[in-house]
């Protein structure tokens, strides 16, 4: 990548289509764990205009309701508007989950199996996953879609906690940063779209949005007099959610990990228990990277690491710093496999995974917050002496 260049990063709220299905496969992924931590979860959801769609494979000792937990996340959401098609109240829903594959279970559980060629746990599925961190935040992540982030947070503390009542839940965000000699000097443009009620008009929303949300929540230094402010661009935003647009778990992975300025493995992440890799091991990689720029090894670090199913062990682990390392990325990746151990049921016990901790992932990345395990840097010390 050039050292002169502008980056777009995007965001979309609680009430995006899709993160209303990421948020409800997550929260039966959550009350499976409250009751049975070895539950083996697959939930994806999808949505559309009045009705929620649950389907995948779930085995689990737990008793649950599956419509109560439909019902509060939405709620919770904040889908409780009467001039909305898409309703806690008032949705259809059909649940058509069954059990894991057998033949998947014998490969991820912790025994022996017929043709399986050990018994321990492997991994859920094959694939690659990708960790990354960098010195441009204190949340050592990409500033574009951190921004991008924070500008929804605030659009959801303003209609939940500060109550304008013309905001609607379904919203998106988008930040272009320029870079001048790899550094951030300014914001190139904003762009918010809010799903909003009928009888506001596009200059108050406007208006809100600037000076309310984006003025009070980016750096002021990074906002220039040419920066360009795109508040609802098509004019009018009053059909959303479900009703405009369908939705389904794991469609938002770029705005789940790094907004695009670092690579992502082929996997979604919501719905899933930590037995499936996809999930697991990029949190696992996001921690390995996080540590590795917080122990001050590199300025910027990606991790790779890939599985086969039912196998324990990675098949491949590779770093690169992008020569920012203090030594070279075969010796950063020789004291990171000292410090961190990176087999399947490894990485659920390093960072204690089996608890309901993962609707609190599940909007605004899933990273770069502070009560999830993944973003400790507590190993950082270990890793300057295993280097």
């Not at 929540?217 to 959303?240: D, M, Q, R, W, Y």
């Not at 695009?260 to 390995?288: E, I, L, M």
């Not at 540590?291 to 324990?312: D, F, K, Q, R, S």
Request: hydrophobic share 40%; net charge negative.
């Amino acid at each position: 990548m050039s050292k002169n260049f502008i980056f777009s990063s995007e965001s979309v709220g609680e009430g995006h289509p899709d993160k209303v299905s990421d948020y409800i496969s997550d929260s039966v992924l959550d009350a499976c764990l409250e009751q049975d931590p070895s539950s083996r979860v697959a939930c994806e959801t999808l949505v559309k205009s009045n009705c929620v769609f649950l389907a995948g494979e779930i085995t689990t000792a737990a008793e649950l309701n599956y419509e109560a937990i439909v019902r509060n996340a939405i709620r919770e959401i904040g889908y409780v508007n009467d001039d909305d098609v898409f309703h806690a109240d008032k949705v259809f829903v059909s649940n058509i989950l069954t059990a894991q594959s057998a033949d998947i279970a014998q490969g991820v559980d912790e025994r022996k199996a017929e043709g399986k060629d050990t018994a321990e746990q492997g991994a859920g599925d094959q694939g690659i996953m990708f960790g990354f961190a960098c010195k441009q935040t204190p949340e050592l992540m990409p500033a574009p879609v951190m921004f991008a982030h924070r500008l929804l947070r605030e659009m959801a503390h303003q209609r939940k906690d500060v109550g304008i009542p013309w905001l609607r839940p379904d919203v998106k965000s988008q930040v272009a940063l320029e870079y001048v000699d790899g550094q951030p000097v300014g914001i190139k443009n904003v762009v918010i779209s809010t799903q909003h009620a009928a009888d506001v008009s596009h200059a108050t929303i406007k208006e809100f949005c600037i000076e309310e949300v984006i003025r009070k929540t980016l750096p002021a230094e990074l906002l220039t007099e040419s920066t360009e402010f795109l508040i609802n661009p098509t004019g009018k935003f009053v059909i959303g959610g479900p009703q405009g647009d369908a939705g389904l778990t794991g469609r938002k992975i770029i705005v789940d990990t790094y907004g695009g300025y670092a690579r992502h493995g082929g996997g979604a992440f919501s719905g899933k228990d930590p037995s499936k890799v996809d999930r697991s091991a990029a949190y696992f990689t996001r921690w390995v990277a996080k540590n590795i720029v917080a122990a001050g090894l590199a300025e910027t670090c990606e991790l790779e690491v890939a599985y086969a199913i039912g196998h324990p062990y990675p098949t491949s682990i590779h770093v690169d710093t992008f020569g920012t390392g203090v030594a070279s990325d075969t010796e950063i990746s020789q004291a990171a496999q000292k410090v961190f151990s990176f087999k399947p049921a490894d990485i659920v016990s390093q960072l204690d995974l089996l608890r309901p901790i993962y609707r609190e992932s599940t909007n605004y990345g899933h990273f770069a917050k502070d009560n999830l395990p993944w973003e400790s840097t507590a190993k950082a010390d270990e890793l300057k002496a295993a280097l």
